[in-house]
């Protein structure tokens, strides 16, 4: 993977986000199929937990990403350093919400995922207006914390298309539903047309976000992720939740 600055000089340091530069464990890198859609599509799908339940089937009682069930009683949002941090809430047996689960948005165009000793950071990265790739680096956990040697370059695995040759939407994991969602929305989805109601009060936070940003860079300030302090650049991690079970009634 190649990482290109395209702003005012001097250039800034490469963020060290934990999946980036971690030593205790294994990397490697998934190349999707290029995305036939707006990149803003799926940056604003990752603010959107509750499509989980209409469109990957957790409502029926099927886990999604390996998480154990609970019943989520709130959705919750929150600006942090690095973008948006959101939360799905489950009650525990005295009604007290707790975190079951957690990943934040990394502003821009990334998502950054835990399941169990996974970690995964998603680069979705705009071609053109119409035209989006997609990237995921994994990085696995060594079991007892030990350092593991690096390859000089990690291995990359290319995922199968997600559709078939007559352009039907396989639909059999959790990435391809999404693509289905998002590419059949339109290659820009026409937003002016659509009704958000509360549990979009993700998107709408993302979008205020994006303005903000924007609107920082006109006037010649730096947007959220720009990294020119060597020593905050050591390390960066997000503190991500999958456990169901230790997490719920604790204080947030």
Not at 131 to 145: A, K, N, Q, V
């Amino acid at each position: 993977m190649l990482f290109a600055y395209m702003g005012p000089r001097p250039a800034p340091l490469l963020p060290a986000y934990d999946v980036l530069v971690r030593k205790d464990g294994e990397r490697r890198i998934v190349v999707l199929p290029p995305l036939d859609c707006n990149w803003l599509q799926p940056m604003e799908n990752s603010v959107d937990p509750t499509h989980v339940h209409y469109l990957h089937g957790a409502g029926r009682g099927r886990p999604v990403h390996g998480e154990r069930k609970a019943e989520i009683k709130k959705y919750d949002f929150e600006p942090f350093e690095y973008g948006i941090m959101k939360k799905r809430l489950a009650a525990d047996g005295g009604g007290a919400l707790g975190v079951v689960n957690q990943h934040p948005l990394v502003f821009p165009n990334m998502l950054r995922q835990r399941h169990g000793r996974e970690h995964y950071l998603q680069y979705r990265v705009p071609v053109d207006d119409a035209r989006t790739l997609f990237f995921e680096i994994y990085f696995m956990e060594s079991r007892d914390g030990a350092a593991v040697d690096q390859p000089g370059e990690p291995p990359v695995d290319y995922a199968q298309p997600a559709k078939t040759p007559d352009g039907i939407y396989k639909m059999e994991k959790v990435w391809m539903q999404d693509y289905m969602a998002w590419e059949t929305a339109g290659a820009i989805f026409e937003r002016s047309a659509e009704h958000l109601a509360t549990a979009d009060k993700g998107i709408l936070l993302f979008r205020k976000m994006l303005k903000a940003e924007i609107d920082k860079v006109r006037r010649g300030k730096e947007p959220m992720g720009v990294m020119r302090d060597p020593a905050k650049n050591r390390l960066i991690a997000f503190h991500t939740i999958t456990d169901t079970t230790r997490e719920v009634g604790r204080s947030r």
